[in-house]
Nanobody
Framework: QVHLVESGGGLVQPGGSLRLSCTAS?????????MGWYSQAPEKSREMVAR?????????ADSVKGRFTISRDNTENTVTASLQMNDLKSEDTAVYYC????????WGKGTLVTVSS
């Protein structure tokens, strides 16, 4: 079983920055999983924002390239994936979910990001 704890999120003005973090703990191999962030805006489906492999290879949605950066930190018992979000836009407003995959899918509870003046 994997437990995900998310932090970050909140209200920010357009052009501002936020940092989301997600720490995974539980029964898994720290070097054998993929972590990522997904967003879900009101009345829209959940979409991949960014993901990162154990070797720190990254994939980004086209809409966030050049603005968002995902990183990860592996310890013996935990893995933390952080999403640095810069130059935020109103269309980035959504609930952001942490995702962990090691052959099974695990989701965080979500954290709300609101970009508004």
């Amino acid at each position: 079983q994997v437990h995900l704890v998310e932090s970050g999120g909140g209200l920010v003005q357009p052009g501002g920055s936020l940092r989301l973090s997600c720490t995974a703990s539980g029964s898994f191999l720290s070097g054998a999983n993929v972590m990522g962030w997904y967003s879900q805006a009101p009345e829209k489906s959940r979409e991949m924002v960014a993901r990162i492999t154990p070797g720190s290879s990254t994939v980004y949605a086209d809409s966030v390239k050049g603005r968002f950066t995902i990183s990860r930190d592996n310890t013996e018992n935990t893995v933390t994936a952080s999403l640095q979000m810069n130059d935020l836009k109103s269309e980035d407003t959504a609930v952001y979910y942490c995702h962990f995959w090691d052959g099974q899918d695990y989701w965080g509870k979500g954290t709300l990001v609101t970009v508004s003046s």
